[in-house]
């Protein structure tokens, strides 16, 4: 029978400053961006990035949990394909991600309506703040 | 210096089978930078978490795409098991792994026909798709669906496969084995096949990893990753090794995609001599409340599935991150420095699915 190789995922709970210092390690790790996304949980954005060992099968999140008008550093600059990533979340959900290089703009995905994924209450009481 | 222009390749085009986009830098017939862009078949599906209870939502998931979708809606129902620390039986582990098989069986023989299709040997692509359509017949025999099988659920499986069933798709295997061995020599062999894609957008390994590529596309380039060792449902008591090659150009990835056919048949026969009786499914009472990141080999490589609950019959998030996601990075790289008549191909030699990328 083939060896199984399934450690336990972990999920590492970091502040938003951290972000890039974090990052820096995991990637000195030779761990691989596996994948960014952002939900909109309980009044707070949750930004979660994941990498992952090829070799052992390691998998590590870390999340940033951030007010809603809190901005967070790009990670472009350690992992450069994190653009696609960073250009989707900041497009769904309206979440500040500063200087990522190849910034869409929020047109990665084309779509007309801002943040569509945010719901109602949040985009509303953003709008607020803005004004 | 030779003069630059930029031709916008795509959505529409005759070879892509997906919607994407590409500005393509050229200089003189020669790609010097591509610059993608999708968001033309994007539906939200994502987003319809708070539209439908964890329950209904998985024929969303499963309706993401048409040829991943049994992985999808594994992937999904598997982080809410965990979450939920639900212990499937083992009858519908195996269940699952043999339909999970079919499926990749079924991707990647419609891959070697689009492929086929790129570099214009039409008769290849027929024969790759009549081929591709016994298994289809088999899935469609065991679950009633071609495409999208809906046999999933929370805490199991829906449909069992009897013995009279089990026996047709071994003999249909069988068969389908030798076909496929035929066309693996056409395409390993063929002159013209050979001069079209040996040393064609060539990726080595350690810019595949840089550039986080998963699934057969990095396997080709000789990353030995493959998500099935990490044995979730029954691959833990299957044997098996990853398929890679060390060439990292379109040849290296056909070959790899055809011999993980070869091994999907043999997965398939091991799951048939291996799977116990008993139960398809338990029941499965309360909501999911936790995180959860689930990772499963897709035909297209490593999908992972985010679901995010708190003890609601609504979850939180579900995100879904597909292997064309992780791979687009990797396109990218190799039409650096490709002719412009390579475009089609190079593009066909990540199995793009950009429905699934898109959701």
């Given amino acids: ?131 | 210096m030779a003069k630059r222009s930029v031709i916008p390749y795509g959505p529409q085009h005759p070879v892509l089978p997906e919607p994407i986009h590409l500005d393509l830098v050229i200089e003189d017939e020669k790609v010097i930078e591509a610059i993608p862009s999708i968001g033309f078949v994007h539906r939200g599906l994502e987003g319809l978490v708070d539209k439908r209870d964890y329950n209904e939502y998985l024929y969303v998931v499963e309706r993401t795409c048409g040829i991943c979708s049994f992985g999808h809606g594994l992937g999904y129902v598997e982080a809410i098991e965990h979450i939920m620390n639900v212990e499937v039986p083992d009858r519908a582990k195996f269940l699952r792994t043999i339909w999970l098989e079919l499926s990749r069986m079924h991707s990647h023989m419609l891959w070697m026909g689009l492929m086929a299709d790129a570099f214009g040997f039409e008769s290849l692509f027929y024969q790759c798709w009549r081929i591709r359509e016994k298994v289809l017949d088999m899935l469609e025999m065991t679950t009633g669906g071609r495409l999208i099988f809906s046999v999933n659920r929370v805490g199991g499986v829906l449909r069992d496969i009897n013995p009279e069933q089990e026996r047709i798709i071994l003999d249909t295997l069988s068969g389908i084995e030798k076909d496929v061995r035929d066309i693996y020599n056409t395409f390993m062999t063929d002159y013209s096949v050979e001069s079209r894609m040996k040393g064609c957008g060539h990726l080595s390994k350690v810019q595949a990893m840089e550039l986080g590529c998963a699934g057969p596309f990095g396997r080709a380039s000789g990353i030995r990753t493959d998500m099935r060792k990490r044995g979730y449902e029954a691959y833990g008591q299957l044997d098996f090794e990853p398929i890679t090659s060390v060439f990292g150009d379109c040849y290296a990835r056909c070959d790899v995609r055809i011999r993980e056919v070869f091994q999907s048949i043999d997965l398939i026969r091991q799951a048939f001599a291996k799977i116990p009786g008993g139960d398809l499914a338990v029941p499965v009472k309360g909501n999911p409340n936790g995180e959860y990141f689930c990772r499963i080999e897709q035909p297209r490589g490593e999908a992972i599935y985010y679901v995010h609950g708190s003890g609601k019959k609504y979850i939180d998030r579900f995100r879904m991150r597909t292997p064309t996601f992780a791979n687009l990075p990797g396109l990218c790289e190799t039409l650096k420095g490709a002719s412009l008549a390579d475009v089609g191909l190079l593009i066909v030699t990540i199995d793009p699915c950009i429905s699934c990328t898109e959701r």
């Fill in chain 1, 1 to 131: 029978m083939a060896e199984v190789i399934c450690p336990e995922n972990e999920l590492i709970v970091i502040d938003k400053d951290q972000l890039l210092e974090k990052t820096m390690e995991m990637k000195h790790a030779k761990l691989r961006l596996s994948q960014a996304c952002a939900s909109y949980i309980n009044g707070k954005y949750e930004l979660c990035y994941s990498f992952a060992n090829d070799k052992t099968y390691e998998f590590k999140t870390l999340k940033v949990v951030m007010e809603k008008d809190d901005a967070v550093s790009s990670i472009t600059s350690i992992y450069p394909y994190a653009t696609f990533y960073e250009n989707e979340m900041t497009e769904l959900f309206g979440c500040k991600i500063e200087y990522i290089n190849v910034d869409y703009h929020n047109r990665l995905y084309r779509i007309d309506e801002t943040a569509p994924f945010l719901p109602k209450e949040a985009k509303e009481a953003k709008k607020e703040g803005e004004k």
